[in-house]
């Protein structure tokens, strides 16, 4: 949503601009529109070539842009007329002067954005009630981590950029109450987030957002974050597994308490949406019900848990394509729900149901209602209605729609 409005945002006021997501409504390939632009990741490659090659049938220009096509620009280029490596803001009015002379290059790179030169967005440009919330913003952008299996990092060349704090506090000025940073990890500048935490303390906002586990072992940054209105964290826990951490060069979370510092995260009132990966290299079958005990024990709220998959532009995609270990690239199973890779300790199909067996208790009826009510000890009644059971039950309606419950019935912990 936020990119496709700083690519609108960033066009010459010349240029008339539509949004069209297809996940809300269809597209219209009969439209006038002289120039087509299409953002995509790599499970939507296949759809986005698809429509591309339509459009391109018709006599249309079409542009690409988004991680995919910035990490796969040979193969990209075959459908496209030009793509726009990395951000947008520099390279789209470059890209829309050549365009109107006749003279468009296959590609565009820039360097990274200055936040300072962000432009204004333009929210009417979306269909306000297709989405949760279009009250979305950012303050930073990237990371200097590296990961093995995060191509965030690698998109903005590891560096963490960050907006003045009075830009961010003018926008937050412009939305609702409740507001989602959309920042790959807002308080990886622990100044500038303390900063910005304690001047929106009188905007009385409720907000959610992304950041590492270590905002838990600080405790000046934690407070400020509950007294400015955070209420909710998506927070990549990955694994249990020092191992796994070491190997995947996640070091941030290396050696953390993670049962404490979860507690310290309830008892400030902010509930938790945890990341974890299944799949690496010190994965076993039993990997699945120690980490759902856990997940049960720390009541975490809300779990996102994935197959392992590496995608391309990240180094974990260069290591298993040089060992050979990566016996699928139909770019549509790289959604997470499929599995992609030869894991060392288990078959794919372990990992597979194993993944869907855990998403099968942790949304079974049971664990929600169980976690639930614990929560109601340590988050508002507003954060449960409006945040925590919307999101269990809309997760375990999609984890039906996938057959990932049916698919955990065929999962048996002694499978190798």
Same mark, same amino acid.
């Given at each position: 949503?936020?990119?496709?409005?700083?690519?609108?945002? @960033?066009?010459?006021?010349?240029?008339?601009?539509?949004?069209?997501?297809?996940?809300?409504?269809?597209?219209?390939?009969?439209? @006038?529109?002289?120039?087509?632009?299409?953002?995509?990741?790599?499970?939507?490659?296949?759809?986005?070539?698809?429509?591309?090659?339509?459009?391109?049938?018709?006599?249309?220009?079409?542009?690409?842009?988004?991680?995919?096509?910035?990490?796969?620009?040979?193969?990209?280029?075959?459908?496209?007329?030009?793509?726009?490596?990395?951000?947008?803001?520099?390279?789209?009015?470059?890209?829309?002067?050549?365009?109107?002379?006749?003279?468009?290059?296959?590609?565009?790179?820039?360097?990274?954005?200055?936040?300072?030169?962000?432009?204004?967005?333009?929210?009417?440009?979306?269909?306000?009630?297709?989405?949760?919330?279009?009250?979305?913003?950012?303050?930073?952008?990237?990371?200097?981590?590296?990961?093995?299996?995060?191509?965030?990092?690698?998109?903005?060349?590891?560096?963490?950029?960050?907006?003045?704090?009075?830009?961010?506090?003018?926008?937050?000025?412009?939305?609702?109450?409740?507001?989602?940073?959309?920042?790959?990890?807002?308080?990886?500048?622990?100044?500038?987030?303390?900063?910005?935490?304690?001047?929106?303390?009188?905007?009385?906002?409720?907000?959610?957002?992304?950041?590492?586990?270590?905002?838990?072992?600080?405790?000046?940054?934690?407070?400020?974050?509950?007294?400015?209105?955070?209420?909710?964290?998506?927070?990549?826990?990955?694994?249990?597994?020092?191992? @796994?951490?070491?190997?995947?060069?996640?070091?941030?979370?290396?050696?953390?308490?993670?049962?404490?510092?979860?507690?310290?995260?309830?008892?400030?009132?902010?509930?938790?949406?945890?990341?974890?990966?299944?799949?690496?290299?010190?994965?076993?079958?039993?990997?699945?019900?120690?980490?759902?005990?856990?997940?049960?024990?720390?009541?975490?709220?809300?779990?996102? @848990?994935?197959?392992?998959?590496?995608?391309?532009?990240?180094?974990?995609?260069?290591?298993?394509?040089?060992?050979?270990?990566?016996?699928?690239?139909?770019?549509?199973?790289?959604?997470?729900?499929?599995?992609?890779?030869?894991?060392?300790?288990?078959?794919?199909?372990?990992?597979?149901?194993?993944?869907?067996?855990?998403?099968?208790?942790?949304?079974?009826?049971?664990?929600?209602?169980?976690?639930?009510?614990?929560?109601?000890?340590?988050?508002?009644?507003?954060?449960?209605?409006?945040?925590?059971?919307?999101?269990?039950?809309?997760?375990?309606?999609?984890?039906?729609?996938?057959?990932?419950?049916?698919?955990?019935?065929?999962?048996?912990?002694?499978?190798?």
């Amino acid at each position: 949503m936020l990119p496709s409005l700083y690519v609108a945002a @960033s066009m010459p006021s010349y240029v008339e601009t539509q949004i069209i997501d297809e996940d809300v409504e269809p597209i219209d390939f009969g439209t @006038s529109a002289n120039l087509i632009g299409i953002s995509f990741m790599t499970y939507n490659a296949p759809r986005a070539y698809e429509i591309a090659d339509q459009f391109r049938e018709m006599g249309k220009t079409v542009i690409f842009g988004g991680y995919h096509p910035t990490f796969m620009q040979q193969e990209a280029i075959q459908h496209a007329d030009s793509i726009c490596i990395g951000e947008a803001e520099n390279n789209v009015p470059k890209m829309i002067e050549d365009f109107m002379a006749g003279r468009l290059k296959p590609f565009y790179k820039s360097e990274l954005v200055d936040l300072k030169e962000l432009p204004t967005l333009n929210r009417n440009l979306l269909h306000n009630n297709a989405y949760v919330t279009i009250n979305a913003l950012q303050a930073t952008r990237g990371c200097y981590h590296r990961c093995e299996f995060c191509s965030v990092a690698p998109f903005n060349r590891y560096k963490i950029r960050t907006r003045p704090i009075e830009h961010v506090l003018d926008e937050l000025k412009g939305l609702g109450r409740n507001v989602i940073f959309m920042d790959d990890n807002l308080t990886l500048d622990r100044e500038y987030a303390k900063e910005l935490f304690s001047k929106m303390i009188p905007l009385k906002k409720r907000w959610f957002s992304q950041c590492e586990i270590g905002i838990a072992e600080d405790d000046e940054l934690l407070q400020l974050a509950t007294s400015s209105g955070c209420r909710g964290l998506f927070i990549g826990f990955e694994s249990l597994s020092q191992q @796994s951490l070491s190997t995947w060069k996640k070091h941030c979370n290396r050696k953390k308490d993670y049962l404490k510092l979860v507690q310290k995260l309830h008892k400030a009132g902010i509930g938790i949406f945890a990341a974890f990966v299944f799949g690496s290299d010190a994965d076993g079958p039993d990997v699945f019900a120690s980490t759902l005990d856990f997940l049960l024990e720390a009541n975490i709220e809300v779990l996102q @848990s994935t197959r392992l998959t590496p995608f391309p532009g990240t180094p974990l995609f260069d290591k298993m394509t040089e060992n050979g270990r990566i016996f699928d690239k139909d770019w549509s199973h790289y959604d997470f729900f499929h599995v992609v890779h030869q894991p060392l300790n288990m078959n794919p199909e372990t990992l597979h149901s194993g993944t869907a067996w855990l998403q099968q208790q942790f949304y079974s009826y049971k664990n929600i209602t169980r976690r639930t009510g614990r929560a109601l000890t340590y988050l508002s009644p507003n954060t449960i209605m409006k945040v925590l059971l919307p999101l269990n039950l809309g997760y375990r309606f999609k984890l039906s729609a996938y057959e990932a419950f049916k698919l955990g019935d065929s999962f048996h912990h002694d499978v190798n």
